[in-house]
């Protein structure tokens, strides 16, 4: 597991962090997720990985504070994991077994996740929700949108798309759209986060616009866990 900063546009502050997963194959490379999930989620490889993903991810939050560091660990779920009924059970489970407060975990769904299963994912998503983590709908704007849902399903976080931060800067209608959603979701109170953001024009745009928290390379890429600690306290690069 690696994991990426997600920081506070305003105070430059390191906020949160995502738990995204790595594999190393037999002859040392790396194999990209985009690559292994989607083998994963037709072979159902997906649930005893999920399950152990939000399980490391949780003990990493959890040794990160018993270092002083308290920051909130978001973790994906995939759409199989998130039709799973035995979801909201592991969740519970892991967050026991780990002693982390639920508060501190966040889960990132993407848009077309909960559009697919959109009739049961009302009832899922309130189930995740009492239990008290929060909820990120994640590569917003990539989706089939109903924006009704915005409304009904109890949700803290859009992640706009790295789509449209890259073009937002080339493309009036990019940048149109990021702006429209910055809006939807605070009249929403929605916090929004922008993925996939590498220069600090893209940065500036975004502070301007009124986003709340940025994430991407121009701050760092997904690292170890001790170079997170090391961006905490104090070594950390342009905010
Ligand atoms: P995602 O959830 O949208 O994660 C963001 C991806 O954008 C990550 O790719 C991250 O490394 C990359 N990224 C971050 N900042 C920048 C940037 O400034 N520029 C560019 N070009 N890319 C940036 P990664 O780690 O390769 O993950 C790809 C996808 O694989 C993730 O997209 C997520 O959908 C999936 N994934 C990763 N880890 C897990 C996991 O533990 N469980 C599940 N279910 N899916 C995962
Ligand atoms: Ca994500
Ligand atoms: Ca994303």
């Not at 003990?59 to 308290?70: D, H, K, S, Y």
């Not at 916090?191 to 975004?206: H, K, N, S």
Request: hydrophobic share 45%.
């Amino acid at each position: 597991m690696v994991y990426q900063p997600l920081v506070d546009l305003q105070s430059g502050k390191l906020v949160s962090v995502e738990a995204l997963l790595r594999w190393r194959n037999e002859r040392g490379d790396i194999i990209s997720p985009a690559d292994f999930i989607p083998v994963a989620e037709e072979t159902g490889l997906i649930v005893p990985i999920g399950e152990w993903v939000l399980q490391e991810a949780c003990l990493q939050a959890v040794r990160w504070r018993q270092q002083g560091v308290e920051l909130q660990m978001a973790v994906n779920l995939s759409a199989r994991q998130f039709r799973d009924r035995a979801l909201a059970s592991l969740i519970k489970h892991t967050l026991e077994v780990s002693q982390l407060p639920p508060e501190c975990l966040k889960l990132e769904i993407t848009e077309t996740a909960v559009m697919e299963n959109s009739l049961e994912a009302a009832t899922i998503l309130q189930e995740l929700k009492s239990l008290g983590v929060g909820i990120a709908i994640d590569d917003f704007g990539t989706g089939y949108s109903s924006l009704a849902y915005l409304r009904r399903f109890p949700i803290n976080q859009l992640k706009i798309d790295q789509s449209f931060i890259h073009e937002m800067l080339v493309h009036e209608d990019s940048a149109a759209i990021v702006r429209s959603v910055i809006s939807l979701a605070k009249a929403l109170q929605l916090q929004t986060v922008a993925e996939g953001v590498e220069t600090e024009a893209q940065r500036d745009f975004l502070r301007a616009a009124g986003c709340e928290l940025m994430q991407g390379y121009l701050y760092s890429r997904p690292v170890d866990p001790v170079n997170i600690v090391g961006m905490v306290n104090g070594d950390s690069l342009a905010s």
